[in-house]
């Protein structure tokens, strides 16, 4: 009698490979499964580093809060710089808060268009108490 040397000419080691569930048939659904995955892994890499880049391409405002001055309970002076680029128009929230850091003033103001990158500015804002500071929330362009 001559032996291959192969496990599967063994029958012993067939019905072992029977019994754990090692079959070829087994082996190709285990690699069709992987290999799946492995493009679903690869669609969805590929659709995030394709969003992920086209969201950069917005325009960049950057701020920088320069000062406050609490005038009065009613009143609170917020000076602040935008950075962008010249030509664009700008919209910013800024914010007055109290001693608990809630919101008791609020104000819009318009960033006009300018030839220069950074623009500082002072604003009035009115509030329903006394504020402790005074600050830029955010900036967006219009």
């Known amino acids: 009698m001559t032996t291959t040397g192969h496990a ?3 029958p012993d080691s067939v019905d072992l490979d029977a019994r754990y569930g090692r079959s070829s048939r087994k082996t190709r659904q285990d690699r069709m499964i992987a290999w799946i995955a492995a493009a679903a892994f690869v669609i969805v890499f590929a659709a995030w580093v394709i969003w992920a880049g086209l969201d950069g391409s917005g325009d960049s405002i950057s701020t920088r ?10 009143q609170t002076r917020v000076s602040f710089e935008v950075s962008m680029d010249p030509g664009l128009q700008a919209q910013c929230a ?9 919101i008791v ?3 819009i103001v318009d960033v006009p268009v300018s030839a220069k990158r950074t ?3 002072t604003e009035v804002v009115r509030t329903s108490e006394l504020g402790v500071t005074g600050l830029i929330y955010r900036c967006w362009p219009v």
Do not use: E, P
């Open 8 to 10: 599967s000419d063994n």
């Open 65 to 74: 809060d320069t000062g406050h001055k609490i005038i009065d309970d009613r």
């Open 94 to 102: 800024l914010q007055v808060q109290n001693d608990a850091h809630a």
């Open 105 to 107: 003033g609020w104000k």
């Open 119 to 121: 623009q500082s500015f």
